[in-house]
């Protein structure tokens, strides 16, 4: 065998060794200690019920305006590994466009002409919450997490007849609880991609209004629930 064809099949072997030993390395496992920043893209539904009632006692009725819309923003955390452990802690921050409304006429116990209607937007919303996983697999990590959530919602509401109505308004920042979990997979050792489910609990809201114009005795009174069921997949930059 000639010199030349030994030379090029060593130069050839030694490639092929240095490019698996990189991609080794590349692929060696994940350490997930460390700050991080990303973004997500997902998708909030909930199954919401306002109930509307009236003082003094007549017919009342619960109308489902059912928000629902696409969620986005950003998120920035810190891990902390020991062994097959991971701790951490995340604010995420998230546009919304989840929004629904919900009617009927007419309205119960009353005649032709007469509506009750519901609407409920949620603007924006925000979590921060500590991180529990395990690492499954040298690159994978399946966590729960939960903590204090908050966010910005609309509410507007009406019962209305041919010559009165009881329309109120309401926009607040309200403050409550996520809870979920979900996977993470380290793809390089700077960047990961994961899939997440959060249910957040914002609580209730709450108005009443007498009628405009006040020919009637009746006050409506309003309480919306503000939940959602938020799935969403985001990548992050670790450093």
């Not at 059912?66 to 986005?72: E, I, L, R």
């Not at 951490?88 to 546009?95: C, H, K, L, N, T």
Request: proline share 6%.
């Amino acid at each position: 065998m000639k010199l030349s064809r030994v030379l090029s099949l060593v130069s050839l072997a030694c490639v092929l060794i240095f490019s698996q030993t990189a991609l080794a390395a590349e692929c060696a496992p994940f350490n997930w200690t460390g700050p991080y920043v990303g973004v997500h893209l997902g998708y909030g539904v909930s199954e919401e019920a306002t109930n509307q009632s009236w003082v003094p006692a007549a017919p009342g009725l619960t109308l489902s305006p059912n928000p629902g819309g696409f969620v986005g923003g950003a998120q920035a955390g810190y891990n902390w590994q020991c062994g097959c452990f991971v701790y951490g802690i995340e604010a995420d921050f998230s546009w919304s466009g989840m929004n629904g409304s919900s009617s009927v006429s007419p309205y119960p116990a009353s005649g032709a002409g007469t509506f009750g209607t519901t609407h409920e937007n949620i603007n924006w919303f925000g979590t921060v919450r500590p991180r529990l996983g395990y690492t499954c697999g040298p690159n994978v990590l399946i966590y729960a997490t939960g903590g204090l959530a908050y966010g910005d919602a609309s509410y507007s509401g009406n019962a209305y007849g041919p010559v009165n109505g009881y329309p109120v308004s309401v926009s607040t920042t309200k403050v409550g609880w996520a809870l979920g979990g979900g996977v993470e997979y380290a793809i390089c050792k700077c960047w990961t991609v994961k899939a997440e489910y959060l249910y957040m609990d914002l609580g209730s809201e709450s108005a009443s209004q007498t009628s405009i114009p006040l020919i009637t005795p009746y006050t409506a009174n309003y309480t919306w629930q503000t939940t959602a069921n938020i799935f969403q997949i985001g990548v992050n930059y670790k450093f």
